[in-house]
T-cell receptor, first 109, second 115 residues
């Protein structure tokens, strides 16, 4: 079967750095996405990785290792507004997105 | 309209009733999707459409039907609602399905409760 695993919840301090991990097992791979979802709102796109390595976009970076079936999202200089759920999703062989359950990130002052 | 809209925002429905959730996008995207989101589970794809006139089944299609008569609209119908269909439903669209980043844009969601 297809499976995406990520921690259920993480807590971090404002101004700090946090890394959210995602491991996957899917039928085929056409890229990995990270989305942010604030409570009661729709998911919004953060990043896309299809090749191994690190993609940096401002305070957010995303890393992919296809051989290990592993990705992480790195958030730097955490702000209170970063409190949200972070969703990992993999595009499978049919280009359908398989979603993880999401990691709820709690930021404390 | 800006982006993707859904209606209604929320609905309480008696079991056995028929219900259509509406979704409209103004980005001229070819691909559209319907997901349901349940607590503790990831988004699950119900149905999708690669382009107007075509539809396909996702991971959890049973009890749902869709149509894609034009580029902009992608309604989701529950023929006879059951309590297990209580969920938050998100419609999404992307420029295409596959072949690139194909970021999906999401509507605000419809919270459906079936009693």
């Amino acid at each position: 079967g297809q499976n995406i695993d990520q921690p259920t919840e993480m807590t971090a301090t404002e101004g700090a750095i946090v890394q959210i991990n995602c491991t996957y097992q899917t039928s085929g791979f056409n890229g990995l996405f990270w989305y942010q979802q604030h409570a009661g709102e729709a998911p919004t796109f953060l990043s896309y990785n299809v090749l191994d390595g690190l993609e940096e976009k401002g305070r957010f970076s995303s890393f992919l290792s296809r051989s290990k079936g592993y990705s992480y999202l790195l958030l730097k200089e955490l702000q209170m507004k970063d409190s949200a759920s972070y969703l990992c999703a993999v595009s499978d062989s049919n280009y359908q997105l398989i979603w993880g359950a999401g990691t709820k990130l709690i930021i404390k002052p | 309209i800006a982006g993707i809209t859904q209606a209604p925002t929320s609905q309480i429905l008696a079991a056995g009733r028929r219900m259509t959730l509406r979704c409209t996008q103004d980005m001229r995207h070819n691909a559209m999707y319907w997901y349901r989101q349940d607590l503790g589970l990831g988004l699950r794809l119900i149905h999708y459409s690669n382009t107007a006139g075509t539809t396909g089944k996702g991971e959890v299609p049973d009890g749902y039907s869709v149509s894609r008569a034009n580029t902009d609209d992608f309604p989701l119908t529950l023929a006879s609602a059951v309590p297990s269909q209580t969920s938050v439903y998100f419609c999404a669209s992307s420029d295409s399905m596959g072949g690139g980043t194909d970021e999906q844009f999401f509507g605000p969601g419809t919270r459906l409760t079936v009693l």
